[in-house]
């Protein structure tokens, strides 16, 4: 019965005009759905430019500014208020698909904007098989159109050198003949995510649906190349009953056969540290402790402190105060893997583990019973130790977190302008925390989930929460 009703639903909605080979695809089933992704984005706009909907309706469509919030304005540019909208966005350019309202307001409009193009262009509709189409040279560079068939118009614009005809906007005029010729098939993965709008990169295997209130921004979706081990279905966690407190705190249960995986990450990432540590035995360390491990993490990110230049290893490595624990299987046997570690360089033997200083800061390796707990930092390492609970809690899903967003703009505005100047990725984080540090600040907290998929996929889940709203 679920699964009828599913495939009744899926059917009904509107289906994606879509350009399959598009790097990344929006669809909207309904425009007039998107009351609460507005919303969302209005208080969030106060913080945030970026975040502001009048900057995400100018990219909805090539050449008009789509305002789902206003119908009044839409039927005025022929477009159906209630109708779908396909966004298709490649290298060359971007499409634009719409249902209209009336077809001959649409082609008025669309004609008075590309009559602007250039000051020598004459919009020459042409029809041919039925379908209306234009297509004009734009003298700031590429091409810009539409198809129309009927009630359904798609609109592009290419990327392009002036007046120079590279190709772009004709195979984008053709596109937009054929989508608006045909009736487009049901996406069997927009059923499988929940949503208002949806972001398809078909190359990537990614499908992210959006929705949102006032308060919430809501992302659900499935991807098949995110960066990540396998991770075992949900059940009793021994980190389940530990309370978020920090920048970051995330519990996973990763699958046997993503442990290795996983341990060899951390690995990697204590050798670039401690680049005098003898590899051939950091791996046999590694190794020997994964074959204990059930696959039940907890990382704690407690705040960012930039003690340097970020350009170097160790200051990227440190700067995150933080602290992992994993739970063992047998306590004596992880001892005993541990144990080369007194030999390393910088090594100092703790009464419940090691200490090993390297450059930029010192590792702390402790055992607590059936806990392992890495950090780069002691009181961090202290603190996850002590929340380390007696008992297990089943949760609902193999890796959830939670991130305080007031912590994590402390965190992105440390980094420096020297840092900018020298550095892309740097520049990007600094650029992130110019633009959304504000929003952030003024943020009650960001929370998500993980699973693993068949087929080598994840499905995940991310939920930003602004404070409650003034009545």
Request: aromatic share 4%; net charge positive.
């Amino acid at each position: 019965m679920l699964t009828l009703v599913l495939a009744a639903a899926l059917a009904a909605a509107p289906a994606p005009r879509g350009i399959q080979a598009a790097d990344t695809v929006v669809h909207i089933p309904r425009l007039d759905a998107l009351q609460g992704v507005n919303a969302f984005l209005e208080r969030a706009g106060v913080h945030a430019a970026l975040m502001r909907p009048a900057v995400w309706h100018a990219e909805l469509h090539p050449f008009f500014p789509l305002e789902p919030g206003q119908p009044e304005r839409l039927t005025a540019l022929g477009v159906e208020p209630s109708g779908p909208v396909t966004v298709s966005m490649l290298g060359g350019g971007r499409l634009t698909c719409t249902r209209l309202a009336d077809p001959k307001v649409f082609q008025t409009r669309a004609n008075e904007v590309l009559a602007t193009a250039g000051s020598e262009v004459e919009v020459k509709p042409r029809t041919s098989g039925g379908v209306t189409s234009v297509l004009v040279s734009r003298e700031s560079g590429g091409q810009a159109g539409y198809a129309l068939k009927g009630k359904e118009a798609c609109a592009f614009l290419s990327v392009g050198a002036g007046f120079v005809d590279d190709g772009a906007g004709r195979a984008l005029l053709k596109e937009a003949t054929r989508l608006v010729s045909r009736k487009p098939k049901p996406d069997g993965r927009l059923s499988k995510v929940p949503g208002v709008l949806y972001v398809l990169q078909p190359r990537r295997g990614l499908v992210v649906g959006v929705d949102g209130s006032g308060s919430e921004l809501r992302l659900e979706g499935l991807s098949e190349e995110l960066p990540l081990p396998p991770f075992q279905a949900a059940g009793t966690s021994p980190y389940g009953a530990v309370k978020p407190a920090g920048l970051l705190v995330s519990r996973a249960r990763v699958a046997p056969r993503g442990v290795a995986q996983a341990v060899g990450n951390v690995r990697a990432r204590i050798q670039e540290v401690c680049p005098t540590c003898p590899p051939a035995r950091v791996s046999a360390v590694a190794r020997g402790v994964s074959e204990h491990l059930t696959g039940h993490v907890l990382l704690l990110v407690d705040s960012v402190k930039v003690r340097g230049s970020l350009r170097t290893t160790a200051a990227r490595f440190f700067a995150p105060r933080q602290a992992l624990a994993a739970e063992v299987t047998d306590a004596e046997a992880v001892k005993r893997a541990l144990a080369p570690l007194k030999e390393f360089p910088g090594a100092k033997a703790l009464e419940d583990g090691y200490a090993l200083d390297v450059k930029g800061g010192t590792l702390f390796v402790r055992q607590e019973g059936r806990h392992l707990v890495v950090g780069n930092d002691e009181s961090v390492t202290k603190l996850l130790l002590a929340a380390l609970p007696q008992e297990g809690v089943t949760l609902p899903h193999a890796v959830d977190f939670t991130v305080d967003p007031r912590r994590l703009a402390r965190g992105l505005s440390q980094v420096s302008l020297m840092d900018v100047v020298s550095d892309q990725e740097l520049a990007g984080l600094f650029a992130v925390g110019l633009e959304m540090g504000p929003l952030l600040a003024n943020s009650e907290q960001i929370t998500g989930w993980l699973d693993s998929a068949p087929r080598g996929t994840h499905r995940f889940s991310l939920t930003w929460t602004l404070p409650a709203a003034s009545p």
